[in-house]
């Protein structure tokens, strides 16, 4: 009916209160990137998951056996084979010995025979940038560089396998199915599978891995295949996986990824309403004249509620919508940001269902957090227009409602979005218990601030200022304090994940391993390498009874965990690793103990139940061992750096047989020169060449430390947005305060003084309340949820400090500004009424 | 509420490494702890790899269990010790060799060399090693069981050539008792194998078993001998 009159007063509305309507659409928006992002981000993940897995298997069905496979097994995928629509190929992995044509070297290397078809899935890459299976021609193999490294020979040499000379035809740089977590004894050789019987390698008496890789057609699941084949299979030594069984690490590091984000994303939005309520609240509270005036002009309720929920509806889609826009924008920049830890880039999808599921959750949220503000409005009378009232009411009936069913709400959201029901529960009851602590705290601090003595004006009427009737002091420090606890608390949290899992592999990282070096070869080996390295004596024992309980092993076996019945690796040493710390028990070991002390790492105490104090008996290599357990070490952070179960002084196990492990950090292009080295001088020295796996694990944590940063910022710009949205809710009392403060005489410089200080005031307590809470929570969180060590970091937490006090004022002081600049009589004039 | 699955891959990682760093998983020591043994003519110790210690099976399983049950049968007053280490080379062997004699044995099975093939370690090395050992053992008056053993043949003709030759060798320098091939009848039969194809299962120990009985007992008869020979000390 007066649509047209509505939208043109709805638009006045805006302009007039530029900077209100400003942070309540940032509010918006805020509140529907996260949740957008990640929806689609997830989506699209779990699709590249897939695609990886698949890559990993090279093909959709996959048989292994370490013998040639079984008749009913051959019949099987002869069957499989001769449909027009399944895709077969055979692969052979083993080792061999190369020689070069000379003699003069020889060196272990994988070999992998495939037949034509393989990989289904994924590429070969190769130096050249060839087509793989143009390459790998028969007569020809392609190889790793390491192994022209460490020949000394290069594309186009010859080399010996078994008693055939091969031509080198490419380098191969990468093969899909090759697992991320894999120590190779010896560099990749590809062989075309027309080679095999020439090679004659694989024979009577061979150790090979036999694989038959199936590529199934649309319609035929691979799980069916599967079943089909594990039916006639010997179980015994015939193995049948999906890339769908296939377990993805690297998925449950991103499942957990998601969580955090998500957390993050629904503190976000949580953030993000409690600015919209109160930004609202403080919109209508400077309109109340203007809807009074309107009302006594004869203006029906409905229209004045038409008008500023029109005003929200309008800024709620509009934000909404940019809110979803940025989501999907910032999805493909995460999609960019972790492409990399899949071999192929997860493709940017629009996921609807993510989106219309943040359009609803986005409006809904709005919807409730301006319920409030907006049923206030039924109650306004045009007699305001004369009153004065504009703070106290009682909450009503119908505003009750809204808080429910705002909370319940949330609840739905936590539960929906977390899917464990218990972690749920923790979460809300972590939020409600944060609000009433928070709100505790204000107030006594409150209590006690007013009963401060002050001599200092600036200090005294900035204590005033906090105090002004109708200034909602305590909502608002409830307010900072939660968001500030909330942004202290994310990014405490997310420091100390980085400092555990990303920090974890710094640039020095060793990513090569020497095992088997034996006692008296040390100085040799440091030689050798030419530099020193960390020396870790290894003594292999079994664990064979806890206080007189013989250790099971056929119950052993059955721990999914790790279990007491294998053979462990003792040492010797008496000191804490760095990464270490006693979490029972006063010391390493117990001076004047003697030698048959034993300190015992936490996570084998957890699975064997050992305590302080009880009795192992180990057996080294048919020597029996008793020793008493004194202390128990936890390990501090995730490292690289090995870590032992049990411990011994060095007098006990001195002279028992012992290898020597040790690690050191080399450049990747310096590793096949130095294994040489090594090979040459100490033969019996195997050398582990982990980098690639290092660097893969190094980046990927990188890009999820990246990916969690970027989300913290999100939550931090909502809390700042929300320090704003409170400071903007004051407004009209500062501005009062400020007129007073003229017309009494004061210098613009001592208002200035005067609001300066309050807001330091308001920001310090809030943000030093807010700080401690943020340490409880994260403490609580790394430690009883992701199970890590925490650390405080002092110095970040004071520069967080500083820096929340700055954004406190300011944004009070930015917000204040057109307050500073107001003449009296102007002020007096508007509202005159007072 | 624990959530202890993000650290996964870091720690399986350094897992591996504290797994790999000292070698594949199962198994040491011995059999059952010598619980105040009666009067026994000696003591065997089994020193040795995987293929000694058990792998994968019960130590009441592997060979030197079933070879002290099979002894016990016969009427010898043996005892049996298991002193195999999985995952050792030759190297390691060699030297934790001083440990192993403070078990005072009278005889040594000596089965080593097959982790040095697996890992490619040149043959000269082994041999080298194997060497030292039965020198040093023989210095000591024990009398050693070499078993022999054989390289898995995808490593190459060249290669398993000369492994195999390092056993032969040295028995017939030394004049020791040699087991041919250790594995006789059991390599390569997946019946007689775990599923990685180079374990065997407790039916293939007792083929095994079988197999190295009458070389054991010949090694006995070199022991009674020497013991007759020689006055007690």
């Known amino acids: 009916m007066h649509l047209g009159l509505l939208i043109r007063m709805i638009l006045r509305e805006v302009r007039q209160n530029r ?68 895709a077969t190929a055979r692969v052979w992995e083993f080792y061999t010995v190369v020689r070069t044509m000379d003699a003069s070297a020889s060196l272990l290397s994988a070999v992998k025979v495939v037949e034509p078809g393989y990989p289904f899935y994924g590429q070969v890459a190769t130096a050249s940038g ?159 004249k203007t809807m009074a005036a309107m009302k006594a002009l004869g203006a029906p309720n409905a229209f004045v509620m038409h008008l500023y929920m029109g005003l929200v509806l309008l800024l709620s889609m509009v934000g909404t919508l940019c809110g979803v826009l940025a989501g ?31 359009l609803l959750v986005g409006l809904l949220a709005v919807a409730l957090f301006a319920a409030r503000p907006l049923l206030g409005l039924r109650h306004l009378k045009p007699s305001a227009l004369f009153r004065h009232e504009e703070g106290h009411r009682r909450v009503r009936l119908g505003e009750g409602g809204v808080v429910l069913v705002t909370t319940l709400f949330f609840v739905g959201l936590v539960l929906w979005h977390l899917d464990d029901l218990r972690t749920g529960a923790y979460f809300i009851a972590g939020i409600l218990g944060l609000v009433g602590i928070v709100w505790a705290a204000a107030w006594l601090y409150l209590k006690g601030l007013r009963r401060l003595p002050t001599r200092h004006l600036v200090l005294r009427q900035a204590i005033r200022g906090l105090f002004r009737p109708r200034n909602a002091t305590q ?53 050798t390498v030419g530099r020193t390295s960390q020396f870790y004596p290894v003594v292999r024992a079994k664990l064979m009874a806890i206080n007189g309980n013989a250790v099971d092993p056929a119950r052993e076996r059955q721990r999914k965990s790790d279990n007491l019945a294998r053979p462990f690796n003792l040492t010797y040493r008496h000191h804490l690793l760095e990464n270490e710390k006693i979490i029972a028990g006063k010391t390493l070991f117990q001076a004047g103990g003697g030698n048959f002390q034993v300190s015992v790492l936490d996570r084998i105490a957890e699975i064997g139940n050992i305590r302080l104090g009880d009795r192992l008996r180990f057996k080294i290599q048919g020597v029996p061992l008793d020793a008493r357990v004194v202390s128990i070490r936890t390990r501090t952070r995730e490292s690289m750096q090995p870590f032992f179960y049990f411990v011994f002084p060095e007098a006990t196990l001195r002279q028992a047989p012992q290898t020597i492990f040790t690690a050191l950090r080399v450049a990747p292009e310096a590793i096949a020169a130095l294994q040489n080295q090594v090979v040459q001088a100490l033969p019996n020295v195997t050398v ?57 005489g004061a210098r613009r410089r001592f208002v200035l003084y005067v609001f300066s200080l309050e807001n330091a005031l308001l920001g310090a307590s809030s943000a030093v309340g807010g700080l401690l809470l943020a340490h409880l929570i994260s403490w609580v969180v790394c430690t009883r949820y992701f199970d890590i060590a925490y650390k405080t970091y002092p110095a970040a937490s004071l520069s967080g400090l500083m820096a929340g006090i700055a954004v406190v004022m300011a944004v009070g002081l930015s917000a204040s500004r057109a307050i500073m600049r107001r003449k009296p009589a102007q002020f007096l004039r508007t509202h005159a009424a007072e | 509420m624990k959530i202890k699955t993000i650290p996964v891959l870091g720690l399986l990682l350094i897992m591996g490494i504290a797994l790999a760093g000292c070698d594949s998983p199962p198994q040491a020591t011995t059999a059952p702890a010598p619980v105040a043994p009666p009067a026994v003519d000696g003591t065997i110790v089994c020193m040795g790899d995987s293929l000694t210690a058990g792998y994968g099976v019960d130590e009441a399983e592997a060979y030197p269990a079933l070879l002290a049950a099979r002894l016990r049968d016969d009427g010898f007053a043996y005892q049996v010790i298991n002193a195999g280490v999985s995952g050792e080379t030759s190297s390691g062997a060699l030297s934790r060799l001083d440990w192993m004699l403070t078990l005072d044995p009278n005889l040594v099975i000596l089965e080593t060399g097959a982790n040095d093939g697996l890992r490619g370690v040149d043959p000269a090395l082994t041999r080298g090693n194997i060497a030292t050992i039965v020198a040093e053992l023989e210095a000591r008056e024990i009398v050693v069981v070499l078993a022999g053993m054989q390289m898995v043949r995808n490593l190459g003709p060249a290669f398993t050539e000369r492994f195999r030759a390092i056993y032969t060798d040295i028995a017939q320098d030394s004049g020791v008792v040699l087991i041919p091939f250790f594995l006789e009848g059991v390599a390569g039969r997946p019946e007689f194998n775990q599923a990685d194809g180079i374990h065997p299962t407790p039916k293939g120990y007792r083929i095994i078993v079988d197999h190295i009985y009458p070389y054991i007992t010949q090694a006995i008869d070199r022991h009674q001998q020497r013991t007759e020979g020689t006055p007690a000390q």
């Not at chain 1, 996260?34 to 897939?50: P, S």
């Not at chain 1, 974890?504 to 040799?524: C, K, W």
């Not at chain 1, 796996?693 to 990188?702: F, H, K, M, Y």
């Open chain 1, 19 to 86: 900077q209100q309507t400003a942070v309540l659409f940032l509010c918006i928006v805020l509140s529907v990137v996260g949740l957008t992002a990640l929806g689609g981000f997830q989506a699209n993940v779990q699709q590249a998951m897939l695609r990886d897995a698949r890559q990993l298997h090279a093909a959709d069905v996959i048989a292994r056996s370490s013998f040639p496979f079984l008749p009913a097994m051959e019949a099987k995928l002869a069957r499989y084979a001769e449909r027009p629509d399944v």
């Open chain 1, 130 to 288: 060839l087509p793989f299976t143009e390459m790998l021609t028969p007569g020809n193999v392609l190889v790793e560089q390491a192994l022209l490294d460490r020949l000394g020979l290069s594309v186009g040499s010859r080399i010996y396998l078994g008693d055939v000379a091969m031509m080198i035809r490419d380098v191969v740089i990468s093969e899909p199915d090759r697992p991320v977590t894999v120590f190779t004894l010896g560099p990749r050789i590809f062989v075309n599978a027309r080679d095999r019987g020439k090679l004659g390698l694989i024979t009577q008496g061979s150790r090979v891995r036999y694989k038959a890789l199936l590529r199934l057609p649309e319609g035929l699941t691979p799980e069916t295949v599967q079943k089909d084949l594990l039916s006639t299979a010997d179980l015994a030594q015939e193995r049948v996986d999906t890339f769908r069984s296939a377990d993805s690490r690297l998925k449950r590091i991103f499942d957990n990824l998601l969580f955090f984000l998500k957390l993050v994303s629904i503190f976000t939005l949580l953030l993000a309403g409690i600015g919209i309520q109160s930004v609202l609240t403080a919109l209508l509270r400077t309109r109340i």
């Open chain 1, 328 to 358: 999907l924008a910032l999805q493909e920049g995460l999609g960019r940001l972790l492409s990399d830890l899949v071999p192929v880039t997860p493709s940017f999808r629009i996921v609807w269902p993510a989106v219309g599921e943040s």
């Open chain 1, 475 to 527: 909502p608002i420090l409830v307010t900072l304090m939660a968001s500030l606890t909330l942004i202290f608390a994310i990014f405490l949290t997310e420091k100390n994940l980085n400092a555990t899992f990303v920090d974890a592999y710094p640039e020095d990282t060793p990513n090569v391993f020497f095992l088997d070096i034996q006692r008296g070869q040390t100085d040799r080996f440091t030689q």
């Open chain 1, 688 to 744: 582990l060449d982990a980098s690639r796996t290092i660097r893969q694990v190094a980046d990927a944590l990188g890009r999820f430390s990246q990916a969690i940063r970027f989300f913290t910022l999100f939550s931090m710009a909502a809390g700042i947005l929300l320090v704003a949205s409170s400071i903007i809710a004051t407004r009209s009392a500062r501005i009062r305060e400020a007129v007073y403060f003229k017309i009494l």
